[in-house]
Each structure stands twice: as C-alpha cells, then as structure tokens.
C-alpha cells in the first residue's frame, strides 16, 4: 500500500513543485514505485515531468469531478521512470464545482483509493493557497512535508501551516502528520539561512530532516527542458541532495 504524501507550504516560491518532481524522481531513482499528483492549476509539475499540458485529454479535474478514474488520466515520466496525475487550466473550474458536491474535501483519497496498491509513495504537489484543492490534498495524505527556505518570514509562514495541518488533522483527517521540514534553497555562506536552520532544529529537532537541497542552478534550468533535476544532471549537488532525501524518506517510513 502506498504512503502518501502533500508537499505543501502556504508561503509561494519556497521550491514546492520543485521538491515534488525530484523527490519523485528521487524516490524512482531507488527503485520505488511512485505517482507524482499535480494539484496546482499552473500545472508546473505536469511541465517539469516532460508531460504538455496543453495536449491532455484527461487531468486530476476529470478525476476530482468523478468523470474519469486516475489509471485513464495518468502519464509516465518516461525521464525518471514514474507516474504523473497531470493537471492543467481546467483544475481552476473544479474549486468553484466541488462546492456542490457532498464530501467535496475528499473527492481525491476516494479516488487515490483505487490505485494505492500499485505504488509505493504518492506525492501531491499542493497549490500555494489553502484552498479546497489543498485541503483535497491534506485530507488524502498520510503526512505533509513541507519545503522551507531558511529566512525569517518562512518562519511566519511555517506558523501558518501547522495551524492548518492541526484542523485537518482534528476535522477532517486524524491520520495526518508533519512528517518533517525539508530546508530548501540552501546556501551555508548566508549566516541568517544558518541562523534560521539552526531555530528549526531546535524547535522541531527530528522533524527536520537530515538532508538539505542547497541553491543549485542545474534544479532551475532543468523543468525548462521538461525534466527533473535528477535526470538532467545526475552529477549536479541538487540531483545528488534529492538522490538522498529519496532515501532518507524510504527509510523514514519503515518507521512510521
């Protein structure tokens, strides 16, 4: 049964979808069997895993409003050897019909349901604003991990966050939990990044996890080339850092 997991953060621009395609790919590159869930609109994940959105015929919005099941809409990363749920404009339209529908808030676990034999982890790219397509997300997921930069308004941000994660966890979705904080973006000659890395530890102690994503620029051109990191520099410190958090997060679940 597959463990399934929301990157998400409130805070916009902190390397969320990022995170998604390389832990994805990350995670595949350790030989597990993984589905990559694009939940944002702009459907960057869709783009950064060499699937054209323009092109789908079927996305997560067919899916969410119950016209097709996730096997019909699901693509292969053929780069990086895992599945995508892609989404594109269409998934805007869904906020406003999911209102009408009963249990709107977990139109996707039911669907996620069907599948969760066939992988080993499904990760869930979230929308920057806790919006219905978030709280899809949350409500499906065993856990959140949450991509921060070490700077100080990430920190008010993260404040944010938990409190969310709280209410799902005790309205919605009692089985969800922060299964760490992943610092992203990192660049150890910043004092302030040291200074904010070295609070989270000591507030979260082993919620942070062990690896750190440093600022790598072969993680930026890569989505332009319709590629993880991982696949399009497999030398690059960035691929090599997500290379890593794919196995501490497969470890980290033999403990869960």
Request: charged residues 20%; contains cysteine.
């Given at each position: 049964?597959?463990?399934?997991?929301?990157?998400?953060?409130?805070?916009?621009g902190v390397g969320k979808t990022t995170t998604a395609v390389n832990l994805a790919a990350g995670?595949?590159?350790h030989g597990q069997r993984v589905l990559l869930v694009d939940l944002d609109p702009q459907g960057?994940?869709?783009?950064?895993?060499?699937?054209?959105?323009?092109?789908?015929?079927?996305?997560?919005?067919?899916?969410?409003?119950?016209?097709?099941?996730?096997?019909?809409?699901?693509?292969?990363?053929?780069?990086?050897?895992?599945?995508?749920?892609?989404?594109?404009?269409?998934?805007?339209?869904?906020?406003?019909?999911?209102?009408?529908?009963?249990?709107?808030?977990?139109?996707?676990?039911?669907?996620?349901?069907?599948?969760?034999?066939?992988?080993?982890?499904?990760?869930?790219?979230?929308?920057?604003?806790?919006?219905?397509?978030?709280?899809?997300?949350?409500?499906?997921?065993?856990?959140?991990?949450?991509?921060?930069?070490?700077?100080?308004?990430?920190?008010?941000?993260?404040?944010?966050?938990?409190?969310?994660?709280?209410?799902?966890?005790?309205?919605?979705?009692?089985?969800?939990?922060?299964?760490?904080?992943?610092?992203?973006?990192?660049?150890?000659?910043?004092?302030?990044?040291?200074?904010?890395?070295?609070?989270?530890?000591?507030?979260?102690?082993?919620?942070?996890?062990?690896?750190?994503?440093?600022?790598?620029v072969r993680l930026a051109e890569a989505p332009s080339y319709g590629l993880s990191g991982v696949?399009?520099?497999?030398?690059?410190?960035?691929?090599?850092?997500?290379?890593?958090?794919?196995?501490?997060?497969?470890?980290?679940?033999?403990?869960?």
């Amino acid at each position: 049964m597959a463990k399934i997991f929301c990157i998400a953060n409130q805070k916009g621009g902190v390397g969320k979808t990022t995170t998604a395609v390389n832990l994805a790919a990350g995670l595949a590159g350790h030989g597990q069997r993984v589905l990559l869930v694009d939940l944002d609109p702009q459907g960057n994940a869709t783009m950064g895993s060499g699937v054209e959105k323009a092109d789908l015929d079927s996305s997560v919005y067919q899916v969410l409003i119950g016209m097709a099941s996730v096997k019909e809409c699901v693509k292969r990363c053929e780069s990086s050897a895992y599945d995508v749920l892609p989404a594109n404009r269409n998934l805007a339209g869904a906020e406003i019909e999911l209102v009408d529908f009963d249990e709107r808030e977990s139109r996707l676990k039911d669907a996620l349901s069907l599948v969760t034999k066939d992988y080993d982890f499904v990760l869930i790219d979230c929308p920057p604003a806790l919006s219905l397509l978030t709280l899809n997300g949350l409500c499906a997921a065993n856990g959140v991990i949450v991509p921060m930069q070490c700077e100080y308004f990430a920190l008010e941000g993260l404040s944010d966050l938990v409190n969310t994660i709280k209410q799902v966890h005790a309205n919605l979705n009692p089985d969800l939990v922060i299964i760490g904080l992943l610092r992203v973006m990192f660049d150890a000659r910043m004092t302030l990044q040291q200074q904010v890395s070295e609070q989270l530890l000591e507030h979260f102690g082993d919620k942070v996890f062990k690896t750190i994503i440093p600022r790598n620029v072969r993680l930026a051109e890569a989505p332009s080339y319709g590629l993880s990191g991982v696949a399009f520099d497999k030398a690059s410190r960035g691929a090599k850092a997500y290379l890593d958090f794919g196995a501490e997060m497969i470890e980290r679940i033999k403990h869960m």
